[in-house]
Protein backbone atom coordinates (compact mmCIF):
# COMPACT_ATOMS: atom_id res chain seq x y z
CA UNK A 1 0.00 0.00 0.00
CA UNK A 2 1.57 3.19 -1.09
CA UNK A 3 -0.07 5.94 0.60
CA UNK A 4 -1.84 6.58 4.06
CA UNK A 5 -4.11 9.31 4.48
CA UNK A 6 -5.05 10.01 8.81
CA UNK A 7 -7.96 12.33 9.13
CA UNK A 8 -9.43 13.47 12.58
CA UNK A 9 -13.15 14.19 13.31
CA UNK A 10 -13.89 16.40 15.66
CA UNK A 11 -17.70 16.59 16.18
CA UNK A 12 -17.05 17.66 12.31
CA UNK A 13 -18.98 14.72 10.58
CA UNK A 14 -20.05 16.73 7.27
CA UNK A 15 -16.95 17.69 6.51
CA UNK A 16 -14.83 15.15 7.15
CA UNK A 17 -17.29 12.58 4.75
CA UNK A 18 -16.99 15.57 2.01
CA UNK A 19 -13.89 15.37 2.16
CA UNK A 20 -13.64 11.77 1.83
CA UNK A 21 -16.47 11.24 -0.58
CA UNK A 22 -15.09 14.43 -2.47
CA UNK A 23 -11.59 14.97 -2.44
CA UNK A 24 -10.00 11.52 -1.88
CA UNK A 25 -12.67 9.92 -4.39
CA UNK A 26 -11.35 12.23 -7.10
CA UNK A 27 -7.66 11.14 -6.61
CA UNK A 28 -6.42 8.54 -9.51
CA UNK A 29 -4.13 5.82 -10.15
CA UNK A 30 -3.10 5.86 -6.64
CA UNK A 31 -3.35 3.05 -3.60
CA UNK A 32 -4.08 4.54 -0.54
CA UNK A 33 -5.87 3.37 3.41
CA UNK A 34 -7.57 5.91 5.18
CA UNK A 35 -8.02 6.03 8.60
CA UNK A 36 -10.85 7.92 10.23
CA UNK A 37 -10.44 9.15 14.16
CA UNK A 38 -13.72 9.93 15.93
CA UNK A 39 -12.46 12.11 18.61
CA UNK A 40 -15.25 13.43 19.64
CA UNK A 41 -19.37 12.69 20.40
CA UNK A 42 -20.95 12.74 16.74
CA UNK A 43 -19.51 9.47 15.24
CA UNK A 44 -18.72 8.62 11.54
CA UNK A 45 -19.86 5.31 10.28
CA UNK A 46 -18.98 3.13 7.44
CA UNK A 47 -22.38 3.86 6.11
CA UNK A 48 -21.62 7.08 5.82
CA UNK A 49 -19.16 6.99 3.24
CA UNK A 50 -20.86 6.91 -0.06
CA UNK A 51 -18.36 7.05 -3.31
CA UNK A 52 -15.10 5.00 -1.46
CA UNK A 53 -14.68 1.17 -1.07
CA UNK A 54 -15.67 0.50 2.39
CA UNK A 55 -12.36 -1.71 2.47
CA UNK A 56 -9.98 1.38 1.82
CA UNK A 57 -11.71 2.89 5.10
CA UNK A 58 -10.88 2.24 8.46
CA UNK A 59 -12.72 3.81 11.58
CA UNK A 60 -11.71 3.81 15.46
CA UNK A 61 -12.96 5.32 17.93
CA UNK A 62 -10.66 6.38 21.07
CA UNK A 63 -13.58 7.27 23.25
CA UNK A 64 -11.67 10.35 24.46
CA UNK A 65 -10.42 13.82 22.53
CA UNK A 66 -6.56 12.97 22.01
CA UNK A 67 -6.31 16.47 19.98
CA UNK A 68 -4.52 16.25 16.35
CA UNK A 69 -1.39 15.06 16.45
CA UNK A 70 -1.98 12.52 19.07
CA UNK A 71 -5.22 11.77 17.33
CA UNK A 72 -2.98 10.99 14.54
CA UNK A 73 -0.27 8.58 16.38
CA UNK A 74 -3.09 6.84 17.65
CA UNK A 75 -4.34 6.11 13.92
CA UNK A 76 -1.37 5.12 12.43
CA UNK A 77 -0.07 3.09 15.89
CA UNK A 78 -3.47 1.32 15.15
CA UNK A 79 -3.35 1.19 11.07
CA UNK A 80 0.49 -0.51 11.55
CA UNK A 81 -0.80 -3.51 14.70
CA UNK A 82 -3.52 -4.05 11.67
CA UNK A 83 -1.47 -4.18 8.53
CA UNK A 84 2.01 -4.90 9.47
CA UNK A 85 3.78 -2.26 7.06
CA UNK A 86 4.53 0.97 6.88
CA UNK A 87 3.25 2.80 3.42
CA UNK A 88 5.46 5.14 1.43
CA UNK A 89 3.93 8.32 2.22
CA UNK A 90 1.42 8.82 5.61
CA UNK A 91 -0.69 12.17 5.27
CA UNK A 92 -2.06 14.45 8.06
CA UNK A 93 -4.65 16.82 7.01
CA UNK A 94 -7.16 18.89 7.84
CA UNK A 95 -10.38 18.03 6.12
CA UNK A 96 -11.29 21.71 5.14
CA UNK A 97 -8.60 21.74 2.13
CA UNK A 98 -9.15 21.12 -1.52
CA UNK A 99 -6.83 19.37 -3.82
CA UNK A 100 -5.78 21.33 -7.34
CA UNK A 101 -5.92 18.35 -9.52
CA UNK A 102 -6.50 14.39 -9.28
CA UNK A 103 -3.53 13.46 -9.49
CA UNK A 104 -2.08 15.62 -6.29
CA UNK A 105 -1.46 12.33 -3.98
CA UNK A 106 -0.10 10.37 -6.93
CA UNK A 107 2.52 13.23 -8.00
CA UNK A 108 3.59 13.22 -4.48
CA UNK A 109 4.76 9.76 -4.57
CA UNK A 110 7.18 11.05 -7.68
CA UNK A 111 9.05 13.13 -5.27
CA UNK A 112 12.59 11.59 -4.55
CA UNK A 113 12.59 11.42 -0.78
CA UNK A 114 16.54 11.40 -0.25
CA UNK A 115 16.58 12.13 3.47
CA UNK A 116 13.36 13.89 3.87
CA UNK A 117 10.81 13.06 6.66
CA UNK A 118 8.64 15.77 6.17
CA UNK A 119 7.21 17.59 2.71
CA UNK A 120 4.93 20.82 2.93
CA UNK A 121 2.92 21.98 -0.09
CA UNK A 122 1.72 25.09 -1.10
CA UNK A 123 -1.28 25.97 1.12
CA UNK A 124 -3.52 29.12 0.27
CA UNK A 125 -6.09 30.13 2.48
CA UNK A 126 -9.31 30.87 0.86
CA UNK A 127 -10.46 33.19 4.04
CA UNK A 128 -7.57 35.23 3.47
CA UNK A 129 -5.67 34.84 0.34
CA UNK A 130 -2.10 34.36 2.21
CA UNK A 131 -0.01 31.58 1.63
CA UNK A 132 0.64 29.02 5.06
CA UNK A 133 3.50 27.27 3.50
CA UNK A 134 6.39 27.34 5.18
CA UNK A 135 4.81 28.35 8.85
CA UNK A 136 8.80 28.86 9.13
CA UNK A 137 11.19 29.30 6.98
CA UNK A 138 14.12 28.68 9.66
CA UNK A 139 14.44 28.22 12.97
CA UNK A 140 13.32 30.18 15.10
CA UNK A 141 15.64 30.76 18.37
CA UNK A 142 15.48 31.15 21.76
CA UNK A 143 14.34 34.73 22.43
CA UNK A 144 11.16 34.19 20.45
CA UNK A 145 10.22 31.47 22.19
CA UNK A 146 10.63 33.55 25.30
CA UNK A 147 8.90 36.42 24.58
CA UNK A 148 6.27 33.90 23.48
CA UNK A 149 6.16 32.28 27.21
CA UNK A 150 6.16 35.77 28.69
CA UNK A 151 2.78 37.02 26.29
CA UNK A 152 1.24 33.79 26.86
CA UNK A 153 1.77 33.30 30.34
CA UNK A 154 -1.37 35.18 31.14
CA UNK A 155 -4.67 35.89 29.24
CA UNK A 156 -4.18 39.61 28.86
CA UNK A 157 -1.18 39.79 27.70
CA UNK A 158 -2.03 36.62 25.45
CA UNK A 159 -4.79 39.48 24.44
CA UNK A 160 -2.70 42.26 23.85
CA UNK A 161 0.15 39.93 21.86
CA UNK A 162 -2.88 38.83 19.93
CA UNK A 163 -4.41 41.86 18.74
CA UNK A 164 -0.54 43.74 18.04
CA UNK A 165 -0.32 40.35 16.06
CA UNK A 166 -3.79 40.91 14.23
CA UNK A 167 -3.35 44.55 13.83
CA UNK A 168 0.37 43.99 11.81
CA UNK A 169 -1.29 41.56 9.65
CA UNK A 170 -4.29 43.60 8.29
CA UNK A 171 -1.84 46.66 7.87
CA UNK A 172 1.07 44.59 6.55
CA UNK A 173 -0.25 41.99 4.50
CA UNK A 174 -2.92 43.38 2.97
CA UNK A 175 -2.06 42.00 -0.34
CA UNK A 176 -1.35 38.59 -0.15
CA UNK A 177 2.72 37.73 -0.79
CA UNK A 178 3.42 34.64 -2.75
CA UNK A 179 6.22 32.49 -1.23
CA UNK A 180 9.33 32.13 -3.47
CA UNK A 181 8.20 28.96 -6.20
CA UNK A 182 11.30 26.91 -5.66
CA UNK A 183 11.47 23.54 -3.80
CA UNK A 184 13.77 24.19 -0.96
CA UNK A 185 14.37 22.76 2.10
CA UNK A 186 12.56 24.72 5.70
CA UNK A 187 12.36 24.12 9.11
CA UNK A 188 8.63 23.61 9.85
CA UNK A 189 5.09 23.29 7.40
CA UNK A 190 2.11 24.14 8.38
CA UNK A 191 0.22 21.39 10.14
CA UNK A 192 -2.76 21.47 8.28
CA UNK A 193 -1.36 19.27 5.22
CA UNK A 194 1.96 17.12 6.62
CA UNK A 195 3.08 14.52 4.53
CA UNK A 196 5.55 12.21 6.14
CA UNK A 197 7.63 9.53 4.49
CA UNK A 198 7.98 6.33 5.58
CA UNK A 199 11.80 7.23 6.45
CA UNK A 200 10.37 9.77 9.43
CA UNK A 201 8.70 6.14 10.97
CA UNK A 202 12.12 3.96 9.85
CA UNK A 203 14.12 6.50 11.29
CA UNK A 204 12.03 6.62 15.20
CA UNK A 205 10.59 9.74 14.72
CA UNK A 206 6.87 9.64 16.35
CA UNK A 207 3.96 11.41 16.44
CA UNK A 208 3.40 10.72 19.79
CA UNK A 209 2.95 14.27 21.23
CA UNK A 210 4.16 14.99 24.97
CA UNK A 211 1.97 18.25 24.85
CA UNK A 212 -1.78 18.88 23.30
CA UNK A 213 -3.02 20.83 20.31
CA UNK A 214 -0.38 23.66 20.17
CA UNK A 215 3.41 23.56 18.86
CA UNK A 216 2.94 20.39 16.74
CA UNK A 217 4.79 21.74 13.55
CA UNK A 218 7.69 23.22 15.96
CA UNK A 219 7.62 19.11 17.61
CA UNK A 220 7.92 17.64 14.31
CA UNK A 221 10.50 20.04 12.87
CA UNK A 222 12.79 19.34 15.72
CA UNK A 223 12.72 16.00 15.54
CA UNK A 224 13.29 16.03 12.10
CA UNK A 225 16.64 18.09 12.75
CA UNK A 226 17.94 15.48 15.53
CA UNK A 227 17.27 12.89 12.68
CA UNK A 228 18.93 14.37 10.22
CA UNK A 229 16.18 14.55 8.20
CA UNK A 230 15.26 17.28 5.73
CA UNK A 231 11.72 18.97 6.05
CA UNK A 232 10.64 20.06 1.87
CA UNK A 233 8.05 22.76 0.90
CA UNK A 234 7.19 21.36 -2.53
CA UNK A 235 5.66 24.55 -4.35
CA UNK A 236 4.52 22.51 -7.58
CA UNK A 237 1.91 20.93 -5.64
CA UNK A 238 -1.02 23.12 -4.27
CA UNK A 239 -4.01 22.90 -2.12
CA UNK A 240 -6.83 25.17 -0.54
CA UNK A 241 -7.49 25.59 2.59
CA UNK A 242 -11.13 26.43 3.64
CA UNK A 243 -10.85 28.27 7.23
CA UNK A 244 -13.62 29.01 8.78
CA UNK A 245 -14.21 32.66 9.52
CA UNK A 246 -16.06 31.64 12.66
CA UNK A 247 -13.08 30.38 14.19
CA UNK A 248 -12.31 33.75 15.71
CA UNK A 249 -9.36 35.34 16.16
CA UNK A 250 -8.81 35.16 20.54
CA UNK A 251 -8.65 31.77 22.23
CA UNK A 252 -10.98 31.23 25.29
CA UNK A 253 -8.56 30.88 28.48
CA UNK A 254 -8.35 26.98 28.34
CA UNK A 255 -6.40 27.32 25.21
CA UNK A 256 -4.38 29.75 25.62
CA UNK A 257 -3.45 27.52 28.95
CA UNK A 258 -2.62 24.90 26.60
CA UNK A 259 -0.83 26.99 24.31
CA UNK A 260 1.65 28.30 26.86
CA UNK A 261 2.02 24.62 27.90
CA UNK A 262 3.10 23.77 24.72
CA UNK A 263 5.55 26.68 24.34
CA UNK A 264 6.62 25.85 27.38
CA UNK A 265 7.59 22.04 26.28
CA UNK A 266 9.43 23.22 23.19
CA UNK A 267 11.36 25.47 24.96
CA UNK A 268 12.23 23.02 27.92
CA UNK A 269 13.09 20.53 25.43
CA UNK A 270 14.62 21.69 22.59
CA UNK A 271 15.46 25.18 23.10
CA UNK A 272 16.97 25.52 26.58
Not at 84 to 89: A, D, N, T
Not at 123 to 130: A, N
Request: one cysteine or more; aromatic letters at 14%.
Amino acid sequence: MEVLLLLINYNNNNEVISFVDIQLAMQKNVDYQVVIVNNGNQKILHADIKNISPDKVWIINPEKNLGYLNGAHYAYEYYIEHSKSIPELIILCNTDIEFSSESFIQNLLTFKKNNVGIIGPEIKSSLTGHFQNPIYEKRPDRTRLKIWLMFFSTYLTYLLYQSGAYLKRIIGNSIASEPSKDEREVYAVHGSFVIFTKEFFTKNCTLKYPSFLYCEELYLAEQCRLNNLRVVFLPSQKIIHHEHSTSGIFKNRKHVSWLYESVKFIFQTYFN
